[in-house]
């Protein structure tokens, strides 16, 4: 077993490691968000083919979600744990800042591909000494914090992105993206207390450590994976509003106030992720996450019946980012406390491998049935795999 290490023996939540993962997470995401927002106006500057946005991010993910499996295992050896994040926080914000000095989509699909590799790879060691930074009573507020803290570098990151390129140009934006990206690596760096390996702890093999992954964290990744057949990418959500908006305000007016929705969207996600891993923490993360998931199909059902008027869409753009909220701040902290320590980052980078496989199936079988059927379809599907994937978390034990 992995011994405690003397912050994680404090009854406070905001330990000097939470806050150095928090702080880390917000920088990051800032600076990669920055190039995520000007990526299509750089491909499209470059002459790149239509696909090649897809193409690009469609890779990068599929990578991504496979090197955190991979990073998992990793994550099993704590004294790996504080380099291996440490390290992919500097490759992300390495391979964002050569966007700005390469000039040919193909070595963007490469330095892209090597960045999320990377974020991959640092993903289960984060989260287990995250885990390890506070009691086990506190796991859904330190989690909470550092989503919110991440969401706060997502709404930044664009922000930044329009006022870099209205200032200077594309590229010299993308160049940009070092700075928030090297504050990342540091305050991680400076602030995370290192993993400790405890006397008698044996790293196990690779598919050995997976077969130490306890049934009830087994059963409870068929309904997270479930969930995530149906929990498709929310950029589907500004499509659906400018669609529906466009009849009344046209279609500039439109995309303005789709994009205005996907803001609220990402305040009230940022606003509830702390609360909702608190109150986890309270009450319970099995069946709040389960309420989580059942809102999501709610939500799936709003976008059913195509509702005209802008209230009522400002309405389920909330929901979207309170479910979000509770998803991710619970998701992992409830994967903490089913998991042994000796297999927790394994387990880590199962949830984390499960969860890219979903999203990405989803946002492909959402956007088939949306063009080849109709958005009813798409949004039917997605609802069904979400009151699914809460019905199965609410019957765990």
């Known amino acids: 077993m992995i011994s405690s290490r003397p912050e994680s023996k404090s009854s406070g939540w905001l330990t000097r490691g939470v806050f150095g993962i928090g702080l880390a997470s917000l920088f990051s995401d800032w600076g990669h968000e920055i190039a995520t927002a000007l990526l299509p106006i750089l491909l499209a500057g470059l002459g790149a083919p239509a696909y090649a946005l ?17 990073g998992g295992w990793i994550a099993d050896r704590p004294e790996w744990r504080k380099p291996t994040a440490a390290g992919g926080y500097l490759v992300v914000a390495l391979s964002t800042f050569a966007f700005g000095l390469v000039h040919s989509w193909p070595a963007i699909l490469f330095f892209r591909a090597f ?13 287990a000494l995250l885990a390890d930074a506070v009691p086990p009573e506190n796991l859904g507020r330190a989690f909470g914090f550092e989503r919110t ?11 930044c992105a329009t006022a870099l390129v209205a200032a200077t140009s594309v590229h010299a934006a993308m160049r940009w993206t070092l700075l928030p ?6 305050a991680f760096t400076i ?19 997976l077969r130490q992954i306890p049934p009830q964290f087994r ?14 990418s929310h950029t589907l959500l500004i499509l659906r ?9 046209g279609a500039a007016r439109a995309a303005t106030l789709a994009v205005g929705l996907y803001t609220v969207h990402n305040i009230i996600y940022a606003a509830g992720s702390y609360p909702a891993g608190a109150l986890g923490d309270r009450i319970g993360k099995r069946g709040l996450l389960a ?18 008027g802008l209230p009522a869409l400002v309405a389920l753009f909330a929901v979207a980012g309170l479910y979000m909220a509770i998803q991710d701040s619970l998701e992992k902290s409830l994967a903490a406390e089913l998991l042994p320590t000796q297999v927790r980052g394994s387990g880590f980078g199962v949830l984390a491998t499960l969860n890219g496989v979903g999203d990405f199936a989803s946002s492909i079988i959402v956007g088939l049935l949306w063009s080849g059927v109709s958005p009813a379809a798409g949004f039917l599907y997605a609802a069904v795999l979400c009151f699914a994937g809460a019905g199965i978390l609410y019957r765990l034990r």
């Open 54 to 70: 897809g193409l690009i991010e469609g890779i990068a993910d599929g990578l991504s979600s496979f090197a955190k499996l991979a």
């Open 181 to 186: 990206g090297i504050l990342a690596a540091l």
């Open 291 to 308: 309420t989580g998931y059942a809102l999501a199909g709610l939500m799936s059902v709003g976008f059913l019946f195509s509702p005209s």
């Open 149 to 159: 803290m991440d969401t706060a570098g997502a709404i930044a990151g664009p922000l």
């Open 115 to 127: 960045g999320w590799l990377g974020r991959g790879a640092k993903g289960p060691s984060k989260d």
């Open 241 to 249: 509003a400018a669609q529906i908006l466009g009849t009344r305000y």
């Open 219 to 232: 059963r409870y990744m068929v309904g997270v994976f479930v969930f995530g057949l149906g929990d498709f």
């Open 191 to 209: 602030l995370v207390p290192r993993g400790k390996r405890a006397a008698g702890h044996r790293p196990l093999a690779f598919f050995e450590s």
